[in-house]
């Protein structure tokens, strides 16, 4: 059974678009600890090849990634 993930923050960008979501992301992220959950809600296009990208080339980890319609929920990791 796998553990649920519990999230520290919230970050909520629907009905924002690029570059709001990752630059939402990256701030909220900056506020908690090493490896600490940020959720962030998404429902622009971009947004789930946007933050993939960002949290790779950064050294986060997405620990958990849903689609529900349109919009995503990601679960990321603080890695460093």
């Not at 520290?8 to 709001?20: E, I, K, N, Q, W």
């Not at 980890?61 to 890695?79: A, L, N, P, T, Y």
């Amino acid at each position: 059974m796998k553990e649920d993930i519990k999230p520290s923050v919230v970050v909520d960008c629907l009905g924002l678009y690029c570059p709001m979501p990752i630059a939402m992301t990256r701030e909220a992220i900056e506020k908690i600890d090493v490896g600490e959950v940020l959720l962030v809600e998404a429902d622009d296009p971009a947004a789930e090849e946007d933050i993939r990208r960002w949290a790779n080339r950064v050294g986060h980890e997405i620990v958990k990634f849903e689609k529900d319609g349109g919009v995503m929920r990601f679960s990321i990791r603080k890695m460093k």
